[in-house]
């Protein structure tokens, strides 16, 4: 069973950074690629990285670029996303997805809840 367990939410000022991590566990996690969504309020599902299994291949959506820095460690079956530059368009809850054909994000945590606000 795809059990996935993010942490590392909270609340900071505009311009501070945080680090997510989400700990996976039944499934081959060095096998899989990992995706980090959020939802903002009253919006919807929307996708800010990737990461390959290997974590050679990265990518970020526009919003993040520059900003976000997908990283996993797969000897302890986790992935990180680390966020610096923070402003209150970033407030959102965050999740971690296994990757899933079609841009499926179903396989995710319950999520981590980021404010940012001054």
């Known amino acids: 069973q795809v059990q996935l367990v993010e942490s590392g939410g909270g609340l900071v000022h505009p311009g501070g950074s945080l680090r997510l991590s989400c700990a996976a566990s039944?499934?081959?996690?060095?096998?899989?690629?990992m995706n980090w969504v959020r939802q903002g309020p009253g919006k919807g599902l929307e996708w800010v990285s990737y990461i390959s299994n290997t974590g050679y291949y990265r990518r970020y959506a526009d919003s993040v670029q520059g900003r976000f820095t997908i990283s996993r460690d797969n000897t302890k079956n986790t992935v990180y996303l680390q966020m610096n530059s923070l402003t209150p368009e970033d407030t959102a809850v965050y999740y971690c997805?296994?990757?899933?054909?079609?841009?499926?994000?179903?396989?995710r945590g319950q999520g981590t809840q980021v404010i940012v606000s001054s």
């Open positions: 997805a296994k990757w899933l054909p079609n841009n499926d994000y179903t396989a």
């Open positions: 039944g499934f081959p996690f060095s096998g899989t690629g």
